[in-house]
């Protein structure tokens, strides 16, 4: 199980951290990424992290404003959002690659979902 937590409503500008945390079993071997979805959109990748954080990759959309990092020990991956957009407010979501410790950069390679955090950007 997943839980993502740390939306919220910001100026554009601003910044926020959303966390994910994994309970149950441990994902510390997998890839996990994070991924969005605005109002009549489609879901959409934001970024992603190997097992080791070795690898990461972005959307270019949010290249060089968000940082996604990992602490495996407390099985948790992290997404640092600066610079925000009113653009970026979507439902963001976490998810793990289990079996693969490779990124993946969609939506379909990834097996465990969090429940969704909220994130409002105002202008």
């Known amino acids: 199980q997943l839980q993502a937590s740390g939306g919220g409503l910001v100026q554009a500008g601003g910044s926020l951290r959303l966390s994910c945390t994994a309970s149950?079993?441990?994902?510390?071997?997998?890839?996990m990424g994070w991924f969005r979805q605005a109002p009549g959109k489609e879901r959409e990748f934001v970024a992603a992290?190997?097992?080791?954080?070795?690898?990461?990759v972005y959307a270019d959309s949010v290249k060089g404003r968000f940082t996604i990092s990992r602490d495996n020990a407390k099985n948790t991956e992290y997404l640092q959002m600066n610079s925000l957009k009113p653009e970026d407010t979507a439902v963001y979501y976490c998810?793990?690659?289990?079996?693969?410790?490779?990124?993946?950069?969609?939506?379909?390679?990834?097996?465990?979902w969090g429940q969704g955090t909220l994130v409002t950007v105002s202008s």
């Open positions: 998810a793990v690659r289990v079996g693969a410790a490779r990124v993946g950069l969609t939506a379909r390679e990834y097996d465990y």
């Open positions: 149950g079993r441990t994902f510390s071997s997998y890839a």
């Open positions: 992290i190997n097992w080791s954080g070795g690898s990461i």
